[in-house]
């Protein structure tokens, strides 16, 4: 089972920032969190991961509060081609002992709009 | 680089016949394989896992069957197709777990399967 949760859709304004929250209250202190996004009919895509400090990359930047039971996933300036459904998944970090699976739940629908 | 192969990209099957998907990663050597299945308008379901060669371990009962018979090929089977197979079929590789710590999931193009 998954264990975060999204709410099911947001909107956003095209040109402005997404926050699109995720809650976590039950990850461990060897869970990660990681941002996958689906575009209607594509295999998933991976956009940003973090453990307990901020993080930035060329597509996103991830907030994780400092208690690590939730964090926001920043498309600072949204496109259209940004519409897609986006999934927060808590990791199980790999060499503990298992595959460090991707469990998916069912993710926040961003709808782009110009 | 690493490339993922997924075919068919769509494919219609009867009821009651047999099904063979197969995905092949190129780039890479020992990686980690999943199956996930998406249902119409559903999450992501993950089917199958594979750390190995015929290391196959189920996340669900099913109808459906995965086998690793080479390191980088990965294949899902029925033998009798239901109609509630129907669904989006992805395949992913990871890289194994003891070469990276924070390592990713890179998903195939995906197949959509419609059982009639």
């Known amino acids: 089972d998954a264990k975060t949760t999204q709410p099911p859709s947001m909107d956003c304004a095209e040109g402005r920032a997404a926050n699109l929250p995720c809650n976590h209250s039950t990850i461990s202190g060897n869970e990660y969190v990681y941002w996958y996004r689906q575009i209607h009919s594509q295999g998933p895509q991976y956009i940003i991961h973090?453990?307990?400090n901020n993080e930035t990359n060329e597509m996103a930047s991830l907030i994780i509060t400092e208690d690590r039971k939730s964090s926001t996933l920043i498309l600072p300036h949204a496109t259209l081609r940004d519409t897609a459904v986006y999934y927060c998944?808590?990791?199980?970090?790999?060499?503990?002992?298992?595959?460090?699976?991707?469990?998916f739940g069912q993710g926040t629908t961003l709808q782009v709009k110009p | 680089s690493q490339t993922i192969h997924q075919w068919p990209a769509t494919l219609v099957q009867p009821v009651g016949s047999p099904l063979s998907l197969e995905c092949t990663v190129e780039g890479t050597s020992n990686p980690n394989l999943y199956w996930y299945r998406q249902a119409a308008g559903r999450g992501l379901q993950l089917l199958f896992y594979s750390v190995g060669i015929g290391q196959i371990s189920s996340e669900v009962p099913q109808n459906l069957s995965a086998s690793r018979p080479q390191d980088r090929q990965f294949i899902l089977s029925s033998k009798k197709l239901l109609l509630s197979d129907s669904g989006f079929y992805l395949c992913?590789?990871?890289?194994?777990?003891?070469?990276?710590?924070?390592?990713?999931?890179?998903f195939g193009q995906g197949t959509r399967l419609t059982v009639v």
């Open positions: 998944i808590v990791r199980v970090v790999p060499g503990s002992g298992n595959t460090g699976k991707l469990i």
């Open positions: 973090g453990l307990k």
């Open positions: 992913a590789w990871s890289r194994p777990e003891y070469t990276s710590i924070n390592t990713e999931a890179f």
